[in-house]
């Protein structure tokens, strides 16, 4: 029992120790995790409004955001295919920029 009894309490004064020397670490608040969470929301609303654009689910548009700018990159038939998923993404709230980074077959045409 003593060795048991010697073990805990060495366990116990290695995490006040942390708790006392490492205060910050503890916190569990993290710089932008909100920022981060947002991107993550309006990513994946902007994602599923595209495939939910029956028009727009041949193609593979890739949805990035950054700091509330979404990023659509891809290869997509035409001009009017592009407007269409610029206007798709346009109806999400919470996007501050949209950048098109879109390609048509054939042409490289953004």
């Known amino acids: ?9 060495f366990f116990v004064f290695f995490l006040v120790t ?3 020397f490492f205060p910050g670490c503890a916190t569990g608040k993290y710089e932008g995790s909100r920022e ?6 309006i990513t994946t609303k902007v994602h599923e409004a595209i495939i939910d654009e029956p028009s727009l689910r041949p193609f593979e548009i ?6 509330g700018v979404v990023e659509l990159s891809g290869t997509v038939n035409s ?5 269409k998923a610029l206007a798709v993404a346009r ?3 919470g996007i ?15």
């Open 36 to 41: 981060q969470y947002d991107d993550i929301v």
């Open 79 to 83: 001009r009017d295919d592009i407007d």
């Open 18 to 20: 942390q708790i006392a």
């Open 62 to 67: 890739n949805v990035r955001t950054v700091k």
């Open 91 to 93: 109806g999400i709230g």
């Open 96 to 110: 501050r920029f949209i950048k098109n980074d879109m390609r048509t077959l054939g042409t490289g045409d953004y």
């Open 1 to 9: 029992m003593g060795q048991l009894d010697c073990t805990r309490r």
